[in-house]
């Protein structure tokens, strides 16, 4: 499972740099997507001492999640921040505007999904609803705060076309 994982990230960054065509912003995307999974598996960890089966395979699928709509923003802001006359802090109020609200219900569609995992009698697939649901939740927190932060400390936009003067 380890090596699957390694081998999805390479590929999701590889796909990020050709979709974006910048190595920074399929960096940055990074982040995004791997916190959320980190901090969830922290927290479980805190919470109950214990990493089972189940739990394992919840940073694989809820990985795949979070990806989506690092995607989504991530194109937003490089398409916005190459308009002319665009800054980093137009590109990202705008990418937030386009992609935050179908994110933010998103998410809440499938914490709520997952949610209902939590009442099943098996074990197994309580532990799984419950950290897939904190794990997507903490991938949008990290998505709506974390993201735009970045992109404005280290997401320069592209330079408008044209001649140089």
């Known amino acids: 499972m380890l090596y699957g994982r390694l081998a999805g990230l390479a590929l999701i960054s590889l796909v990020m740099f050709a979709i974006l ?3 920074r912003l399929a960096l940055i995307s990074l982040v995004p997507n791997l916190l959320p999974v980190t901090m969830a598996y922290g927290l479980w960890g ?3 001492g ?3 089966l189940a739990v394992a395979v919840v940073g694989s699928f809820t990985f795949g999640i979070i990806v989506d709509d690092t995607v989504h923003f991530a194109t937003k802001f490089h398409r916005y921040g190459a308009m002319p006359g665009a800054t980093p802090e137009t590109a990202v ?3 937030l505007h386009a992609a935050g609200l179908p994110a ?3 998410a809440m569609v499938l914490i709520s999904g997952f949610a209902v995992l939590c009442f099943s009698g098996f074990a197994v697939n309580r532990q799984m609803g419950a950290l897939a649901g ?3 939740a903490i991938g ?3 998505e709506l705060f974390l ?3 970045l992109l404005l400390q280290f997401g320069r936009t592209a330079a408008p076309a044209g001649p140089a003067r």
């Open 93 to 95: 109020r705008q990418s």
């Open 134 to 136: 904190a794990t997507i």
């Open 147 to 149: 993201l735009p932060a």
């Open 104 to 106: 933010v219900l998103a």
């Open 50 to 52: 214990e990493v089972n």
């Open 21 to 23: 065509g910048s190595a």
């Open 46 to 48: 805190y919470v109950y």
């Open 140 to 142: 949008l927190l990290v």
